[in-house]
């Protein structure tokens, strides 16, 4: 590797930190943030951000159910939770661990839960054919397989999954390695924060609430870790934090309040080999990042906030605070290297048609639509013609992602490295390499805007 891979806590300070005391700004004024027809406080009072609990590996169950949560305003709201939660519990399982639970299906109409980026056999994958009814459970027991990486579950029941993620069904999985350990960013201490991002709507009790359009559930508010108009307090240090876009169809464009650059240092699929330093970045539903963030050079007092230039909501309101140090001070090492997959020895076109279809065809839970070669390295084609973004996700393996033409025409620097979610927004051609050698079996393509992916915008394919 050459120096410029590796990552160093005094070039992170004299890059974000020495451009950020230059670009202090006043922070912006705050967009108004309906937080629908709420009973309990209104306004623009903000909360303590949740930090939903960890579970490790083994976890007796993971019971589906309605429930009633509070949102930091104090305020009971009917959800769908996991173990009561919303977001779910945090997994953190290491590689080479072997996870275990049992799915409890306390709905009232069927579900499973996918893991969504990790490798797992078909029979752990809870694809839409593994559902079960209500009063049911399913058993999962998989290996970790795959590098360090922030995951996400959530269910995946046909025509099901956008309402039940909707109203409050999902959670991250975060997968550790050793490769982690060396470069020793901050794990699991208060510099780690994971940040589920999704948007919301309540109906007139105040309860969580969905309604399906074609072009996509859009919420009226945002909920971080499930946290109405969350604070979070931070010391005067670099934090990790691990951004997940939760929601069904809203594609978030983040940056700072007063343009504070972060760096980048991982996606999807894990860490990149060399961190990116930007002012704001691009993320779909299902889509994932790894971000440093520099707290040091601001005043004791000081507000910035993290925000979605696309919508002008305030996500999160971080309050610089005088906190002790940590124990372990973050010391970077290297960043692990990246294989990369080369030399495909097939093309797949596949064209997102529509708002329910794939090559023209709504999905069938029984068609197997193509398969493919255990082992080699593929190049899939992603086009549209409209009715974006589509978020492409594929089940069973990880891709690179080689070209983006037309619409914004380039791959960006948030996407290098392993994927298993690419945004195609309309007119937009993705090209990734894609090479399955973790399972054989089956497992499905799908739109990952849920109500693309619910009215059938999703394939099935065997690894044979
Ligand atoms: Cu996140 Cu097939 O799903
Ligand atoms: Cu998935
Ligand atoms: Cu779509």
């Known amino acids: 590797m050459s120096s410029n891979n590796h990552i160093r806590r005094r070039d992170v300070l004299r890059g974000a930190g020495g451009a950020l005391v230059a670009a202090l700004l006043p922070l912006p004024v705050e967009a108004l943030q309906s937080n629908g027809n709420r009973r309990g406080k209104g306004g623009s009072e903000r909360f303590p951000l949740r930090l939903p609990a960890m579970t490790d590996a083994g976890l007796p169950q993971l019971v589906c159910a ?7 305003d104090g305020v009971q709201r009917g959800a769908l939770a996991y173990n009561g939660m919303l977001p779910g519990p945090t997994w953190v399982a290491w590689r080479g661990e072997n996870v275990t639970t049992t799915l409890v299906n306390n709905l009232a109409e069927p579900t499973i839960t996918h893991w969504h980026g990790l490798h797992v056999d078909y029979l752990n994958d ?20 795959q590098r360090s990486s922030l995951n996400f579950y959530h269910p995946h029941p046909h025509h099901l999954t956008g309402k039940q993620v909707a109203l409050g069904l999902s959670g991250a999985f975060i997968v550790r390695d050793e490769d982690e350990l060396g470069v020793r960013l901050p794990m699991g201490g208060p510099l780690e924060v994971p940040l589920v991002i999704r948007d919301a709507s309540f109906d007139s009790r ?31 240090h670099l934090y990790r934090l691990r951004i997940l876009n939760g929601s069904n169809a809203r594609v978030y ?4 309040g007063n343009n504070q650059s972060f760096w980048i240092i991982g996606n999807d699929g894990g860490l990149f080999e060399a961190p990116v330093l930007l002012t704001s970045v691009v993320i779909g539903p299902g889509e994932r990042l790894d971000v440093l963030l520099d707290f040091s050079p601001y005043a004791f007092g000081t507000s910035v906030s993290l925000v979605d230039a696309n919508s002008g909501w305030n996500l999160v309101e971080f309050r610089v605070r005088k906190l002790p140090a940590p124990d372990d001070p973050v010391q970077f090492g290297e960043l692990p290297s990246i294989e990369r997959l080369s030399n495909p020895v097939t093309t797949r076109v596949f064209s997102f048609d529509g708002m329910s279809k794939i090559n023209n065809q709504r999905y069938d839970m029984n068609r197997i639509d193509f398969q493919v070669p255990f082992g080699q390295v593929e190049r899939w084609v992603f086009v549209t013609n409209g009715n974006g973004p589509h978020p492409v996700h594929v089940h069973g393996a990880s891709f690179q992602v080689q070209s983006r033409s037309g619409g914004r025409n380039q791959v960006f620097p948030w996407e290098q490295g392993w994927k298993d979610t690419v945004l195609v927004q309309d007119q937009e051609t993705v090209e990734v390499f894609i090479k399955f050698n973790a399972y054989r079996g089956l497992y499905v393509l799908h739109c990952h805007q849920l109500e693309h992916e619910d009215m059938g915008m999703m394939s099935n394919f065997e690894v044979v």
Do not use: C, W
């Not at 309605?66 to 930091?72: H, N, Q, R, W, Y």
């Not at 694809?127 to 058993?139: A, E, N």
């Not at 464009?253 to 700072?256: E, F, K």
């Open 66 to 72: 309605p429930a009633m949560i509070d949102m930091g």
């Open 126 to 145: 809870g694809g839409p054919r593994l559902s079960v009814s209500p009063g049911q459970t399913y058993p999962y027991s998989f290996p970790i397989i």
């Open 206 to 236: 105040g309860d969580m609430d969905y309604k399906a359009t074609g072009s996509g559930f859009m919420g009226a508010f945002p909920l971080v870790n499930g946290t109405l108009n969350p604070y979070h307090e931070v010391g005067k």
């Open 253 to 256: 464009n983040l940056r700072m």
